[in-house]
């Protein structure tokens, strides 16, 4: 068995390639005093822990929370029908919607966002949560739809139709037919748009405000106090993990 | 509850825009079991999609019993439909893909359940319930689909190719199995085939749909032995056609004079290959071009002169190909085609501009 034990090891290495960062990144945080030449910490402490889950940057992570979570939502609700769309392929030219679609993903983000702000100062929308999750929206809805199209097709649409000739009224039918046939591509969208509005640094910044999200909140950290920066790494990744394991989950075991 | 008559009323559907059905009628009496045969494009699939209600129509009506579908939505027809592959949903286990119906019907867990296991014993799928369908063979999950239709207690069954995708062993039994269930149940029946064989087999009817139309509708043996078209005798492999003009009873074949029934005129008769006879005493004289065995008789393809005739006869001693051979045509099995054949659509028909003309091959 050499290759299993080349693959393993190749495997360890890959693990390590990638843990290694994280593992400096936890480190970091912990390290009340840690100067060049030291190949660890002098001091260990919970200073950056507390800093990072106190006042402003506590509040961002809320916020940042409540966002990525609405945006999520309003996109899967917004997206199903368009992705439905594109997936059975009922459009003449779909070159064009993803274009369009695509259109504010070629664009760099913080230009969209100044664009936004402009129009959202005079409707009023600047600093406000909606007005985030608006500005979140335009990079979030063309991943959720991309990736949910692929949902949708011929097969789903057959089990529809056994689903009417089964008795099964409009609601039944997405409920028991539709949503479990899609259910793992369903995850697959909303972990990606929940990431991409958990990280959107530019939109944020352009439209939020003074309103603190916590990649805003996290950059300055990053030379003033980086450990403080690696606290706030930590806390940035928790709830993309937390959000890969619930997808995860979802894909295999259907609703 | 007795059973009801489907009633389909000129109905036009044009699922792709261009109409595949067109002012179509069919009759399946009560408690009885119509096969739906033709060549692959005919229409039989967009009429069975047109009865569910899976494709609108754009004219005409469709009626079980006294009661008209046309404005009804899928899932209170009262119809159900076993499609050509299972359709079962693959995150449930084969009970409840069973029990679908019953809990679209909000029929509680536990009767739920009980009525699911008996049709799944009376599909003999006894032990299948919690099984998923994944593991299943092709035949099993028809089964399952099958055992799901019966459970949503329908007025009317349609069947889409149910056996095409078994193999034949698999695919005897489960016609079996529909036929007998059918028949126990008294239950209103429409199923598709494009195999004649199979039409003949499962329906105590059969609908020829050449085209977007129903050309002829009968038991299986008039429409193999007693074709009201050209058309409709090549589907049902009547390659023998006879044309000319009958004087004095005898129609001129090639030289031959041939005793033919029905009046004097221009005709046109049709004879299946299994009832033409190989007879060296005969006067119409052949050569065999081709002799191809083909289990249960052999095929022969004669020539008369320029008449290219089809004959099926006991593989013993079945005379081998370049031999000249006798053809006897016996006149009690010539079959007279009603006279303007090529247009001869059954009765409701509207414009015969396009007719059943073209042959299937």
Redesign the interface.
């Known amino acids: 068995m050499v290759e299993t034990r080349v693959q393993r090891v190749l495997g360890g290495l890959l693990a390590t390639a990638f843990a290694l960062p994280l593992l400096v990144l936890v480190v970091r945080a912990f390290a009340d005093r840690w100067r060049a030449p030291a190949l660890l910490p002098q001091d260990w402490g919970m200073r950056g822990i507390e800093l990072a889950f106190s006042g402003q940057a506590a509040e961002a992570f809320w916020t940042s929370l409540l966002v990525a979570v609405v945006t999520t939502a309003v996109a899967l609700v917004l997206g199903w029908p368009a992705a439905r769309v594109l997936g059975e392929r009922r459009l003449k030219r779909p070159a064009i919607a993803f274009l369009l679609l695509a259109m504010p993903l070629l664009v760099p983000p913080y230009a969209t966002g100044a664009g936004l702000t402009e129009w959202f100062l005079r409707l009023g929308l600047v600093d406000t949560v909606s007005g985030i999750v608006l500005a979140h929206l335009v990079g979030v809805l063309p991943y959720v739809v991309v990736v949910l199209l692929s949902a949708f097709g011929p097969e789903v649409t057959a089990l529809e139709e056994m689903g009417r000739a089964s008795g099964l009224a409009p609601l039944q039918r997405w409920r028991w037919v539709t949503l479990p046939a899609v259910a793992p591509t369903l995850a697959a969208a909303a972990f990606l748009g929940f990431l991409v509005s958990w990280s959107q640094y530019g939109s944020s910044l352009a439209v939020g405000g003074g309103r603190p999200m916590l990649p805003v909140v996290m950059l300055p950290f990053v030379r003033s106090d980086p450990q403080v920066a690696a606290a706030l790494a930590l806390l940035f990744l928790a709830p993309a993990i937390a959000a890969l394991a619930l997808t995860a989950r979802a894909a295999r075991s259907p609703l | 509850m007795s059973p009801l008559a489907l009633e389909i009323d000129a109905i036009t559907v044009s699922p792709g825009g261009a109409p595949v059905l067109r002012g179509l009628s069919l009759h399946v009496a009560a408690g009885t079991r119509t096969a739906l045969v033709g060549p692959s494009g005919a229409g039989k699939t967009t009429l069975l999609r047109a009865v ?3 494709a609108p129509l754009d004219d005409g009506d469709v009626r079980l019993g006294e009661r008209s579908l046309r404005n009804v ?4 027809r009262g ?3 076993v ?1 050509q ?1 299972p ?1 079962l ?1 693959a ?1 449930l286990s084969v009970e409840e893909n069973v029990a ?2 019953l ?3 909000g029929v509680g867990g536990s009767e739920r359940r009980s009525r699911a296991r008996e049709r799944l014993d009376e599909v003999g799928l006894g032990g299948f319930s919690a099984r998923r369908s994944q593991g299943l063979s092709g035949g099993e999950q028809q089964r399952v689909a099958l055992a ?2 019966l459970c ?1 207690d329908p007025d009317l069954l349609l069947l889409d190719e149910p056996l095409a995708a078994l193999d034949p062993n698999r695919r005897e039994d489960l016609r079996r199995l529909i036929v007998r269930l059918q028949r126990e149940r008294g239950l209103t029946t429409l199923v598709v085939t494009h195999d004649r064989a199979e039409a003949a087999e499962l329906g105590e009817r059969v609908a020829l749909v050449l085209e977007g139309r129903i050309v002829q509708h009968g038991p299986p043996k008039e429409l193999f032995e007693r074709p009201v078209s050209a058309a409709v005798a090549r589907f049902f492999g009547v390659a023998n056609l006879l044309r000319g003009e009958v004087r004095d009873g005898l129609l001129e074949v090639r030289g031959t004079a041939v005793a033919v029934p029905g009046p004097d005129g221009d005709a046109t008769l049709a004879i299946r290959p299994e009832h033409a006879r190989v007879d060296d005493d005969a006067a119409l004289r052949a050569v065999v071009r081709e002799s191809v065995y083909a289990g249960t008789h052999v095929k022969l393809v004669v020539d008369c002169h320029d008449l290219r005739l089809e004959l099926h006869v006991p593989p013993a001693g079945a005379p081998a190909a370049g031999r000249e051979i006798g053809v006897d045509l016996p006149r009690e099995r010539l079959w007279r085609l009603p006279e303007d054949d090529e247009i001869a659509v059954s009765a409701a028909a509207a414009a015969p501009s396009r007719g059943a003309g073209r042959p299937s091959a």
Not at chain 2, 73 to 76: A, L
Request: hydrophobic share 50%; net charge positive.
């Open positions: 569910a209600g899976l939505p899928p899932h209170r119809v159900a439909v499609f592959e359709r949903l995150h679908l119906p809990r679209a019907a799901r239709a949503a």
